[in-house]
């Protein structure tokens, strides 16, 4: 530290950047690009051609899914900011980074995260919560590397030679705080294996914790980081000063106050309690406003130097990722609206809209802020500006085609879902029907994909011949400001670390405050309390638990919702709306929030066992034109019985009503349940002897079981 | 909903620890100027240099 802080001829303090970390930080959003949108792109293809798994378990939608969100949000989205943080802090508050050495810890557990993630998640070790896959050892990593990168930030503000603080400062001071609390809060679980736990939370309370972090991930991952970057490389892109400073403070705190309510909006027209949804529904129209002034900001800044839209790619970039946040944050309030929502959810309109929002904003930001940063860093210009103006045409084309087809594939499949007929029944009763009606679109996604793919193949051609052309001498970047007053002689010393250390430990009081409450009033939170006394369901059997957790390794919540809303058009299709009693034992929720396929929550006794032993070996045998992958090696890998009384001695713990015998002789009684449905299967096809045991009879006897374990009327009537 | 306790409760505290940040920012004439630090952000600008100079910035 004291290296970096030179008196200068005892007038002025010479302090030098660590341009090192920013560097490195560049290099992994490349690198992690590169690998998401493959893996993106790969999950596109398989939608619209399903082999392209390779007939792999590692590589089938349901595990690839999730490790292409998380690789975008947490590896590319993350590393960006990172990256953008670490060079704007510096500049902004004229100071060097708290701790080179808490940078480095931070950049490479912050990769080693990403490389767990890439290999547990194909794996099939999943909680299976929407951007919070990642099993509870990962967890754990990542609240402490997220507790180092806080520690250098609010040190680097606590020795900062500025007093004022810039309003990117303000984002990332947010972003900060509120993931932290965000991810601890969503991912209590409890431990049953290495790589398996159990949320604390169940049914509605599980769905609700889990939307109250999705949302936000959205709303502080990928938006207020993404704007403090926005507020400082806008400005500077453009050399221009930012059109109202006033405005951005105040789009800063309306919307640090609004966003965090709005997470219901994503459960509307379900289970929760209809005042839930309407406040979440309430907030996100609210958000209209802030949102829309923060977007005009960016764009007026660039007064009076429109032209150079036309002549600087950068520009470009950076113009067109703030026209596409003022579109997503336009598009999000209105998918809110209860009746909107009613049409647009679980279709693909919401895909479009995330990548509206993920490829235009985040993505184009991003790209723009590279394409400035590399030049700047490396101490040359951009090897080819042409190419940078081709990787925009091409990524933007890319943008539309994705954008354009999952708005009409969605509005579609929406629209069909809903038609009922003059005779009161459903136009398109087959739900394969409304799949083949938009499966082309899949191919228009995958091109607009691969366009958007091949843009970035160009900045990473770009960005490397950049890079080796640059001067060999190492350089550095460095400001000078005047001395401390009140200690010329020891700067960088001992009492500005102190000074230090009491803020970065005010913060992690905080921090550790809100924890500790939330722990706090956890146990009096019991789910049994509000349920209504008329309605039980039954526990999970052991061997349902078993195939529950082969449910969740395959990501089948990826394309299969378990809710039916409390809509005309749903409760034609798929029998009574669900209730709140019927998740009550769910952990994880599976409620989902796309149906690719259709809703499972009733599937329970529709088909008879064999229906079910065909349909995952070859869902085509069952309904030609399934664009369901084939699930072979259920019928190869074997139940784990062993776990099952760990499992059990888990779930009683967490309140389930399991007595100590059902406990102890979990893994019996599931063998037991395996049996029956075995001999059932083998005396109708003797061919089937390889599947006795294997996870694909646990998976029946959870499917079966779906609908079937409540004692609501109404709901077992809608069975028949 | 029980539940909507702890939600309602870790984003109010979350709320009140920015109210509180919103106050220190007022009181420390964080916004004093709402003008010029729009501008000054743009005359940071640092210098890369291979050797020491003695060349001073402003």
Not at chain 1, 617 to 639: F, G, V
């Amino acid at each position: 530290m004291s290296a970096s802080v030179q008196p200068n001829q005892g007038i002025m303090d010479r302090i030098v950047y660590d341009d090192d970390v920013v560097k490195m930080f560049i290099y992994a959003t490349i690198f992690w690009g590169a690998a998401a949108f493959i893996v993106g792109l790969l999950a596109a293809l398989q939608l619209a051609f399903w082999p392209a798994n390779l007939e792999l378990e590692w590589l089938t939608f349901g595990r690839i899914r999730p490790l292409h969100t998380n690789a975008a949000i947490f590896a590319f989205g993350g590393n960006i900011i990172f990256a953008g943080m670490y060079h704007s802090t510096q500049r902004l508050l004229k100071t060097r980074n708290f701790s080179d050495i808490l940078s480095r810890i931070h950049f490479w557990g912050w990769q080693l995260i990403i490389v767990g993630a890439l290999i547990t998640l194909p794996l099939g070790y999943t909680m299976s919560k929407e951007y919070a896959e990642l099993e509870w050892p990962l967890d754990i990593a990542i609240a402490l590397v997220w507790v180092i990168f806080a520690v250098n930030f609010f040190g680097t503000i606590a020795i900062r030679r500025v007093k004022h603080l810039y309003v990117a400062i303000w984002f990332y001071i947010a972003t900060i705080i509120t993931v932290a609390l965000l991810h601890i809060v969503n991912s209590i679980e409890i431990p049953v294996a290495l790589f398996k736990s159990y949320p604390v939370y169940a049914g509605v309370q599980d769905a609700l914790v889990q939307w109250w972090y999705g949302h936000n991930a959205v709303a502080f991952f990928l938006t207020t980081p993404f704007l403090g970057l926005m507020y400082y490389y806008v400005p500077k892109a453009a050399n221009r000063p930012i059109y109202s400073y006033k405005l951005s403070i105040i789009h800063f705190w309306s919307l640090v106050f609004i966003y965090i309510w709005a997470g219901p909006h994503h459960l509307l027209n379900t289970a929760l309690p209809d005042w839930a949804q309407t406040v979440g529904m309430v907030f996100s129209l609210m958000l209209w406003a802030p949102s829309w002034g923060g977007m005009i900001n960016g764009l007026l800044t660039l007064r009076g130097a429109w032209h150079k839209l036309r002549t600087d790619p950068i520009i470009k970039f950076l113009a067109v990722a703030v026209t596409f946040y003022g579109m997503s944050t336009f598009e999000g309030p209105l998918l809110s609206i209860k009746s909107v929502s009613s049409l647009a959810h679980y279709t693909d309109w919401i895909i479009g809209h995330v990548h509206g929002g993920t490829l235009g904003w985040n993505g184009f930001l991003t790209f723009g802020i590279i394409y400035y940063i590399v030049p700047k860093l490396w101490n040359t210009k951009m090897h080819s500006q042409k190419l940078m103006n081709w990787h925009f045409w091409i990524g933007f084309l890319g943008i539309l085609l994705y954008y354009i087809s999952m708005w009409a594939s969605g509005i579609t499949q929406g629209l069909m879902w809903q038609a009922i007929g003059e005779n009161g029944q459903l136009v398109y009763p087959d739900f394969v029907e409304t799949v083949m009606r938009i499966a082309p679109l899949y191919w228009v996604r995958f091109a607009g994909g691969s366009l958007f793919l091949i843009g970035f193949l160009m900045l990473i051609y770009n960005v490397w011949v950049t890079i080796k052309h640059a001067p060999k001498k190492e350089t550095v970047s460095y400001v000078e400001v005047p001395p401390l007053k009140s200690d010329v002689t020891a700067i960088g010393t001992g009492h500005r670390k102190l000074e230090a250390l009491s803020l970065i430990f005010t913060v992690i009081l905080l921090i550790s405050v809100l924890v500790g409450s939330v722990i706090e009033i956890l146990p009096t939170l019991s789910i049994y309390k509000y349920l209504p006394s008329s309605e039980k369901t039954e526990p999970y059997t052991p061997l349902q638990l078993a195939g529950r957790d082969v449910y969740i390794k395959e990501g089948c919540y990826v394309c299969h919702s378990q809710m039916i809303r409390k809509l005309p058009f749903d409760v034609l299709r798929y029998g009574a709306a669900s209730t709140i009693a019927e998740s009550m034992y769910d952990r994880p929720f599976q409620w989902g929030s796309k149906r690719t396929g259709p809703d499972l929550a009733r599937v329970g006794g529709k088909y008879p066992d064999m229906w079910h032993v065909r349909h995952m070996i070859n869902p085509r045998e069952i309904t030609p034109n399934s664009i369901m992958p084939s699930y072979p090696w259920l019928a190869a890998k074997k139940i784990d019985y062993h776990i099952l009384r760990k499992k059990f001695s888990v779930m009683k713990m967490l309140g389930v009503p399991y007595d100590d015998e059902q406990v102890a002789d979990a893994d019996i009684m599931a063998e037991q349940e395996a049996a029956i449905i075995y001999e059932e299967l083998i005396s109708q096809d003797k061919s089937l002897e390889s599947i006795k045991d294997t996870e694909l009879v646990a998976l029946i006897a959870y499917l079966q079981s779906l609908g079937q374990r409540t004692t609501n009327e109404e709901v077992s009537q809608s069975n028949r | 909903m029980n539940i909507i306790f702890l939600t309602l409760g870790a984003s109010i505290a979350m709320a009140l620890v920015f109210l509180g940040a919103f106050i220190w920012a007022t009181k420390k004439g964080q916004y004093d100027d709402l003008k010029t630090p729009g501008e000054r952000m743009l005359l940071d600008d640092y210098e890369i240099k291979e050797t020491k100079k003695d060349e001073k910035e402003e």
